[in-house]
């Protein structure tokens, strides 16, 4: 039988209930918050798709496992769980807990970005690009010319671009490059899957310059199981194969365990480097804690451990990857610019095509995503103008992000489809009355990262 919703490959066994609230509540709510979701209170939202680190559900292995926690401070059996565990998956010899994943990336950095640097990266998502730039070096994004056009299909939007990597491995050398990084999937393009032989080849040049090539592997199962689905001769390769082939071509790798670790917090870095390893860990001991804890309980240790297998089930990603295509397609169907194809965790809507009457300066995505809030309690978040525009050195007036678009993440095994219809149906709504949506300006802004903590109002079209 061909079933219209991919069926849920798990039953309910604890619920958490929503608070219902109506629209003149989050109306106000909005107003107090100054048209920032990010000023909410989460007690609030009906569907919260504002991200989908760290709001998994666990599964009742992994909370048995939160149970057999041994809290020692040194040598607790839950990290010999855990460094086995990814030494098995990933195939990396050295296991260094912390307790997310920018803490993984900031320790990596810490001990082979030098200033001048340059870091090239599919595309780094914002903690990483952060984290390079506080060791004063330069993120360099290389992502293909497919991933710059929203409504464009490719099966691997995230791939590096290898003609841009190579000319630029070849200029500056490994003096200049300390490690090449590969974000699987590519969260800021759409969380768009990377192809084994973009790996493959990107493994090449690295090689060829004597650089070491690591990934940021916070979606790394999404990822494997698109390889899967879509590269030739991958077909009837099984999740854990890939995941080996994916890892044996790099030196190492940095994990956000916030999403496909299944917890809630959480992370490591794995790589074979003795001497780079000992470095990191000396740094870990000083910011983060014991090499057997990290900045984690013993019981957060254990739930990775679990969580690490769980993801690689083919049903337990078959009915990820389908909900969010299920979410992704409905839209696409009822004409609503999203951006193709649907990636793993997310669906991004196009926010300058849903709204061509608001120009990038009064911030067409944050007008959807506060609008989805206000009619329908749903929580997305804006990646445009207001999270990534930069002001002009000059004028000091803003420059617009490349993009318009509002993410709207799912968090794994936490919502029904029902609750995804319900998404789709008030998407498209608001897709039929969007010319009645008015734009925002800025009252108060941050000069850092601005969008967490900027004040807006509403302004007339
Ligand atoms: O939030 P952390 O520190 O555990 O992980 C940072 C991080 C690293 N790499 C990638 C690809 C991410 O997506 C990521 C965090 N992502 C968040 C918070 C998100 O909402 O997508």
Redesign the pocket.
């Known amino acids: 039988m061909a079933m219209k919703f991919p069926s849920e490959p798990f039953k309910i066994k604890v619920v958490e209930p929503i608070r219902t609230t109506t629209r003149e509540e989050r109306s106000r709510l909005i107003q107090q918050a100054g048209f920032n979701i990010f000023n909410l209170p989460a007690e609030s939202v009906y569907v919260d798709l504002?991200?989908?680190?760290?709001t998994a559900a666990m599964s009742d292995q992994q909370w048995a496992g939160i149970m057999l926690g041994d809290e020692s401070y040194a040598g607790s059996r839950n990290y010999h769980h855990f460094e086995k565990t990814i030494q098995e998956i990933f195939g990396y010899k050295h296991v260094i807990p912390t307790h997310?994943?920018?803490?993984a990336?900031n320790l990596l950095f810490s001990a082979c970005v030098r200033p001048g640097d340059i870091v090239p990266n599919n595309t780094h998502?914002d903690?990483?690009r952060a984290n390079v730039e506080f060791y004063r070096a330069q993120a360099l994004d290389l992502p293909v010319v497919a991933a710059r056009t929203p409504s464009l299909p490719h099966p691997f939007k995230g791939n590096m671009d290898l003609e841009k990597l190579a000319a630029l491995l070849q200029e500056k050398g490994r003096e200049k490059i300390p490690l090449v990084l590969m974000?699987i999937t590519n969260?800021s393009v759409g969380g768009q899957p990377v192809s084994l032989e973009n790996i493959r080849a990107v493994r090449d040049l690295c090689r060829l310059h004597q650089i070491p090539l690591f990934f940021?592997a916070?979606?790394f199962a999404e990822n494997a199981f698109f390889i899967q689905e879509r590269e030739p001769g991958y077909r009837n390769v099984p999740i854990p194969e890939i995941v080996r082939e994916i890892f044996s071509l790099g030196d190492g790798c940095?994990m956000?365990?916030?999403?496909d670790g299944l917890v809630n917090i959480g992370?490591f870095v794995a790589l074979n480097d003795d001497s780079l390893a000992e470095e990191i860990t000396h740094m870990l001991i000083l910011v983060e804690g014991f090499p057997t804890y990290g900045g984690m309980a013993g019981r957060d240790l254990e739930a990775i451990s679990i969580g690490l297998r769980e993801v690689l089930d083919e049903n337990y990603l078959s009915f990820r990857i389908s909900q969010v295509r299920y979410l992704g397609d409905q839209l696409d169907q009822a004409g609503v610019p999203i951006i193709k194809p649907v990636g793993g965790h997310a669906v991004f809507l196009d926010a300058s095509a849903f709204l061509p009457h608001i120009p990038p300066d009064l911030f067409p995505g944050q007008a959807l995503v506060v609008a989805l809030y206000k009619d329908y309690g749903i929580r997305g978040v804006e990646i445009g103008s207001l999270m990534f525009g930069r002001k002009d050195p000059l004028t000091g007036r803003d420059l617009p992000a490349p993009n318009e678009l509002v993410r709207l993440?799912i968090p794994r095994r936490v919502y029904t489809n029902m609750h995804i219809s319900y998404v789709a149906e008030s998407v498209i709504d608001l897709f039929s009355r969007a010319s009645s949506l008015k734009g925002l300006q800025i009252v108060h802004e941050a000069k850092r990262l601005r969008h967490f903590t900027a004040r807006l109002c509403e302004v007339g079209p």
């Open positions: 504002l991200t989908d680190s760290g997310q994943g920018r803490m990336e998502f903690t990483t974000t969260n940021d916070a979606r940095t956000s365990a916030k999403k992370g993440a």
